[in-house]
């Protein structure tokens, strides 16, 4: 990426983050917005997003990519991690080279799952503003010598910009509707599975590529991605749609 298209892309990045008082608000769709550009800035291999609940648990609710869901989910699961970590210190971690025996000795479980799928490198940042800590984003990469600190301070302040936004968000809302913004993103979230599951059985394509043919006509529409998955797994939008030009069959 040139030096003018990335501060292009950053300044974006910090509009669109800001810009969560708008009508038709899905958190879903803010987070996927969220780690879009994180993973286009920060050049990692993948990104995940834990937040923490009504109940102080901490539930998986996005990732950019499949094996980054799964390892999300499982971490969620072993109930250690660095997002664990990041959530319960209030502080970034990491990163930290998966490689290592130390990696292993400090997360068991996580990070043989997260070797199982070749990522090497992970940190965290927590999604926070001064005390309150509402989540975590994940970065992972498939090289040990990636992640480097000044990556992690940008990664840091999306973060922090996203979880103004949402706060913000939450503020405007009523009380109901403040504590039903998470449950809705998770419902969104089984809504996109699905479209991704469909999209791909029926096109013959990983999730990944399905996940991203279904972002990028959601971005070229300028509408929302969780009513578009509603829209596809409701069988309103036919799976042809989705099939790329010839010429563009391998960039997607």
Same mark, same amino acid.
């Given at each position: 990426?040139?030096?003018?298209?990335?501060?292009?892309?950053?300044?974006?990045?910090? %509009?669109?983050?800001?810009?969560?008082?708008?009508?038709?608000?899905?958190?879903?769709?803010?987070? !996927?917005?969220?780690?879009? !550009?994180?993973?286009?800035?920060?050049?990692?291999?993948?990104?995940?997003?834990?937040?923490?609940? &009504?109940?102080?648990?901490?539930?998986?609710?996005?990732?950019?990519?499949? @094996?980054?869901?799964?390892?999300?989910?499982?971490?969620?699961? *072993?109930?250690?991690?660095?997002?664990?970590?990041?959530?319960?210190?209030?502080?970034?971690?990491?990163?930290?080279?998966?490689?290592?025996?130390?990696? +292993?000795?400090?997360?068991?479980?996580?990070?043989?799952? +997260?070797?199982?799928?070749? *990522?090497?490198?992970? @940190?965290?940042?927590? %999604?926070?503003?001064?005390?309150?800590?509402?989540?975590?984003?994940?970065?992972? !990469?498939?090289?040990?010598?990636?992640?480097?600190?000044?990556?992690?301070?940008?990664?840091?302040?999306? &973060?922090?910009? +996203?979880?103004?936004?949402?706060?913000?968000?939450?503020?405007?809302?009523?009380?109901?509707?403040?504590?039903?913004?998470?449950?809705?993103?998770?419902?969104?979230?089984?809504?996109?599975?699905? +479209?991704?599951?469909?999209?791909?059985?029926?096109?013959?394509?990983?999730?990944?590529?399905?996940?991203?043919?279904?972002?990028?006509?959601?971005?070229?529409?300028?509408?929302?991605?969780?009513?578009?998955?509603?829209?596809?797994?409701?069988? !309103?939008?036919? @799976?042809?749609? *989705?099939?790329?030009?010839?010429?563009?069959?391998?960039?997607?």
């Amino acid at each position: 990426m040139a030096q003018w298209e990335r501060d292009e892309r950053l300044a974006r990045a910090f %509009l669109e983050l800001a810009d969560t008082l708008r009508d038709g608000f899905y958190l879903m769709d803010f987070l !996927h917005v969220l780690t879009d !550009h994180m993973r286009a800035l920060l050049d990692v291999t993948a990104i995940g997003v834990v937040m923490v609940d &009504a109940q102080d648990r901490l539930v998986d609710v996005t990732a950019s990519t499949h @094996a980054a869901h799964q390892l999300e989910e499982k971490q969620v699961e *072993f109930d250690e991690g660095p997002c664990k970590e990041c959530c319960q210190g209030h502080e970034p971690v990491g990163p930290v080279d998966l490689t290592l025996p130390a990696a +292993a000795e400090r997360w068991p479980r996580f990070t043989k799952a +997260a070797r199982a799928v070749d *990522f090497e490198t992970v @940190a965290a940042v927590p %999604l926070r503003l001064r005390e309150e800590v509402i989540g975590a984003v994940n970065m992972f !990469h498939d090289r040990s010598d990636a992640l480097h600190p000044a990556a992690l301070r940008l990664g840091q302040s999306l &973060a922090d910009a +996203a979880t103004i936004g949402i706060l913000h968000h939450r503020l405007s809302q009523d009380q109901v509707e403040r504590v039903g913004q998470l449950q809705t993103a998770l419902n969104s979230r089984i809504v996109i599975e699905q +479209a991704k599951g469909a999209l791909g059985a029926r096109l013959g394509v990983t999730p990944d590529t399905a996940f991203e043919r279904l972002r990028a006509r959601a971005r070229s529409r300028r509408t929302s991605l969780t009513q578009l998955c509603q829209r596809v797994v409701e069988g !309103h939008i036919p @799976a042809e749609e *989705f099939t790329p030009p010839p010429n563009r069959q391998q960039r997607l």
